[in-house]
């Protein structure tokens, strides 16, 4: 395959991705999600730091990284859903 048309399917894929991961309701279904796991697994997590009153900055990172990776968990399945529902739409195959 010519290198051009590698980098035109690449961005094409970049491209679907960003642009379903930004749309609306993809944000705001992983933000609620992240809501809930993510306090959750902080308080189950963290529950010592919290209470015992010895939270750092140290401790902060993490429980950001406990939000994020719910937040990018779930982005990352609606975004394969949606892409996975064109593609039955359109016809196309797993390979385009």
């Given at each position: 395959m010519h290198l051009?048309?590698?980098?035109?399917?690449w961005s094409r894929f970049l491209h679907t991705i960003i642009a379903y991961s930004l749309e609306r309701d993809t944000i705001m279904r992983s933000l609620k999600a992240t809501l809930v796991i993510g306090t959750l697994l902080g308080l189950i997590n963290h529950?010592?730091?919290l209470v015992?009153?010895?939270f750092t900055w140290s401790e902060l990172v993490l429980l950001l990284i406990t939000y994020l990776v719910p937040f990018c968990v779930t982005t990352y399945g609606q975004v394969q859903g949606k892409r996975q529902r064109d593609r039955h739409w359109t016809g196309q195959s797993k390979l385009n």
């Open positions: 051009y048309t590698r980098f035109r399917k529950s010592q730091a015992g009153g010895h």
